[in-house]
C-alpha cells in the first residue's frame, strides 16, 4: 500500500470572534489517502493556513524536505518510522513550532489509516486498552465579558455539567492579561471568588480544575493569590504563568500545594522532558495534534509515567482530537482525565458538526471506541461548508 494524496482542509467557523479565547473556531484537517482507496483523518490545533504551508511546501535540500513530497510513495503502515522521517527531514524548517503541530495532524491521520488498514482501533496498535471507560471533564467557558455574568454563568455552566453526568469540570477563569476571553477584565484576586461560588453550588464531591491561561504575571502575585483558595480543593491550577517562566512555574510546584499542569502549546516529548526534569509541572497536558501526534503524544505519557506524573491532554478541536484523546487515554492508567465537551455544551459550530456520531457517555465515563482507527467519520458537507469561509480582511 502507497500515499498517493495528502489533503489539507482550512476551515473556519463563519461566525469566529477575534476576540474569542477559543482555538476552536478554525481548524486543519487533514486526509491521507491510499493507493486502495483508504483514507486516514488527522488534525492540529494550530493556526490552520500557517499548517497547510508547513505541508505542502516543497523541500529544497536534506535538511530542509517538504512533509508532502516525504509522504507521497511511502507505505503508510510504518508510522513510527514515518515520524522520524518527517522530525529528521524537516528539522531546518521546525524542529518545534507549526511544523510538529502540522505533522502531529500528519500523524494523527497516519494512526486512523493504520487501524482502518488491519482492522483494528488505534488504542490497540498503541499498545492495547488497559480499560474500556475513560474520564471526561468539562471544560467551561461561558461567553461574558462583565464579572458577574461570567461568574454566574459558570455557576449554571458548573451545574449542567454536573447533571449531564461529569464527575469533574475545569472552570476557565482568566480574568486579566492577553488571553482574557471577550475583553473580561477584573483584579486577578477576584479568581477565588468565582472558584468559590461555583464549589458552593457543585457541592464537595467534584473535581474541580482552574485554567488562569497565563493571567498572573510572576510566581510571586501567583502565589499570594492562591494561597486562600485551599477551601476550594482545587484539583489543578492550569497555565497559571507565562509559558517561558519555566523558574516561576517550578517556584509554584515547590513552594504551594495546589498541583500545576501545563503543556498545551507544547511541541515534542523533548519541551516536557525538560519540564520534567526541572520540577516545572505537577500535571503534563499535551495537545495530541501540537505535540506532534499521537506517536509523540504516546511517548509523552512514557516519561510522564516514569516520573510518576499524571497526564491530562488539553484537547479543544473537534471530535478528531477528542477520539485520537479516548485512544490514547485507554492505553494507560496515567490519564486520570481527559478534556472533553459533549456536543452540547461547546460553543464551537466545528466541534458541533465536523464528525458525523458524537461520542457515547455512560455515568460519566467515555465509551472507548472499538472501531478500527480512531473510529470517526467525517460529515463531508460540515468539511465544505467550513472550508469555504474567507477570514474578514479588516
Ligand atoms: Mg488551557
Given at each position: 500500500m502507497k500515499i498517493v494524496d495528502v489533503k489539507c482542509h482550512v476551515l473556519l467557523d463563519p461566525d469566529y470572534n477575534i476576540g474569542a479565547t477559543s482555538s476552536a473556531q478554525d481548524d486543519i484537517v487533514v486526509e491521507i489517502i491510499t493507493d486502495e482507496g483508504l483514507i486516514g483523518i488527522g488534525e492540529s490545533d494550530v493556526n490552520?493556513?500557517?499548517?497547510?504551508?508547513?505541508?505542502?511546501?516543497?523541500?529544497?535540500?536534506?535538511m530542509g524536505r517538504g512533509i508532502t513530497e516525504l509522504l507521497i510513495g511511502r507505505d503508510p503502515l510504518d508510522v513510527e518510522a514515518i515520524w522520524e522521517e518527517l522530525y529528521v527531514g524537516t528539522a531546518m524548517n521546525g524542529r518545534r513550532g507549526a511544523v510538529i503541530h502540522a505533522i502531529g495532524a500528519v500523524d494523527m491521520a497516519l494512526h486512523d489509516l493504520r487501524g482502518k488498514a488491519l482492522g483494528k482501533p488505534c488504542h490497540q496498535l498503541l499498545g492495547g486498552a488497559v480499560r474500556d471507560r475513560v474520564t471526561p471533564y468539562a471544560s467551561l467557558q461561558p461567553d461574558q465579558s462583565s464579572f458577574d455574568s461570567y461568574k454566574a454563568s459558570l455557576v449554571e455552566w458548573a451545574l449542567k455539567a454536573q447533571g449531564l453526568g461529569f464527575v469533574a469540570?475545569?472552570?476557565e477563569v482568566t480574568l486579566a492579561g492577553a488571553y482574557a476571553h471577550l475583553g473580561l477584565n477584573a483584579e486577578v484576586?477576584?479568581?477565588?471568588?468565582?472558584?468559590?461560588?461555583?464549589?458552593?453550588?457543585?457541592?464537595?464531591?467534584?473535581?474541580?480544575?482552574?485554567?488562569?491561561?497565563?493571567?498572573?504575571?510572576?510566581?510571586?502575585?501567583?502565589?499570594?493569590?492562591?494561597?486562600?483558595?485551599?477551601?476550594?480543593?482545587v484539583y489543578f491550577l492550569e497555565t497559571p504563568l507565562p509559558s517561558d517562566d519555566v523558574e516561576g512555574y517550578a517556584r509554584l510546584v515547590a513552594e504551594q500545594p495546589i498541583p500545576i499542569a501545563q503543556g498545551e502549546w507544547l511541541a515534542t516529548r523533548f519541551e516536557f522532558e525538560e519540564l520534567l526534569r526541572r520540577g516545572a509541572v505537577s500535571v503534563v497536558q499535551p495537545d495530541i495534534g501540537r505535540v506532534g501526534g499521537l506517536t509523540e503524544a504516546s511517548r509523552v505519557v512514557r516519561a510522564a509515567t516514569d516520573a510518576n506524573v499524571p497526564v491530562v491532554p488539553h484537547i479543544w478541536k473537534t471530535g478528531i482530537s477528542i477520539a485520537a484523546g479516548i485512544h490514547l487515554a485507554a492505553t494507560t492508567e496515567s490519564i486520570p482525565f481527559l478534556e472533553f465537551l459533549p456536543r452540547d455544551l461547546s460553543s464551537s459550530n466545528l466541534r458541533r458538526s465536523l464528525i458525523v456520531d458524537d461520542f457515547t457517555m455512560d455515568e460519566g465515563r467515555l465509551v472507548v471506541p472499538s472501531t478500527p482507527g480512531l473510529g470517526i467519520e467525517l460529515d463531508r458537507d460540515a468539511l465544505e461548508r467550513f472550508a469555504t469561509v474567507v477570514p474578514n480582511s479588516a
Open positions: 490552520p493556513w500557517i499548517a497547510r504551508a508547513c505541508i505542502e511546501a516543497p523541500g529544497t535540500h536534506t469540570a475545569k472552570l484576586e477576584r479568581m477565588a471568588e468565582v472558584i468559590e461560588a461555583v464549589r458552593g453550588a457543585v457541592g464537595p464531591d467534584m473535581t474541580l480544575m482552574v485554567d488562569a491561561q497565563y493571567s498572573f504575571t510572576d510566581a510571586d502575585s501567583c502565589l499570594a493569590a492562591i494561597r486562600e483558595w485551599e477551601p476550594y480543593d
